[in-house]
C-alpha cells in the first residue's frame, strides 16, 4: 500500500479539525442552548465516529502539520460579517463540517488511503438532516 504524501496528509487533518472544531460548535448549541438530547447526542456520536482515528495515523497527521506555514491562516473574505446569530451560527458550522466531509470522502478514495468514503458520505447526509432540524428548533 501506498504511502501518502505529506502535503495529502496536511489535507485530512485541516479537515478532520475542522469537522471536529464545527461539529462541537454544534454540540454546544444543541445541548446549551436548545436543550435538546437527542440533537447533542446524534452530534457528540458523529464527532467521536469521525475524528477519532487510527493513532498511527494520527501520528502521521501531527508530524505533517504546519500551522505555522500555512498559507490560508490569515485569509478573510471581503465583506463577510463579524457578527452573526445563532442561526446564521448553525448554518455557518454546518456548511463548514458538511465541505469538509466532502473533501474527507474524496481523500478516502486516494490510492493508500485508509479512511472510508462511504463513512464520510453518510455523515454529510446525516449532518443535512441535524442542521434542518436545528434551524426548526429555533425557529419555534
Given at each position: ?47 467521536h465516529r469521525l475524528v477519532i482515528i487510527e493513532p498511527a495515523l494520527e ?18 473574505v471581503p465583506g463577510e460579517p463579524k457578527h452573526r446569530d445563532v442561526s ?53
Open positions: 500500500m501506498a504511502e501518502l504524501p505529506e502535503k495529502t496528509l496536511r489535507i485530512i487533518d485541516a479537515n478532520l479539525n475542522r469537522i471536529g472544531e464545527g461539529l462541537r460548535v454544534l454540540e454546544d448549541v444543541s445541548r446549551l442552548l436548545l436543550n435538546s438530547g437527542d440533537l447533542s447526542q446524534q452530534l457528540k456520536n458523529l464527532r501520528r502521521k497527521l501531527i508530524q505533517a502539520r504546519d500551522a505555522a506555514g500555512d498559507v490560508g491562516r490569515d485569509l478573510e446564521a451560527t448553525v448554518v455557518a458550522n454546518s456548511r463548514r463540517v458538511q465541505e469538509s466531509l466532502r473533501v474527507m470522502e474524496e481523500m478516502a478514495k486516494l490510492p493508500g488511503a485508509v479512511l472510508d468514503s462511504e463513512k464520510y458520505k453518510q455523515a454529510r447526509f446525516s449532518l443535512y438532516t441535524i442542521e434542518k432540524e436545528m434551524l426548526a428548533r429555533l425557529a419555534a
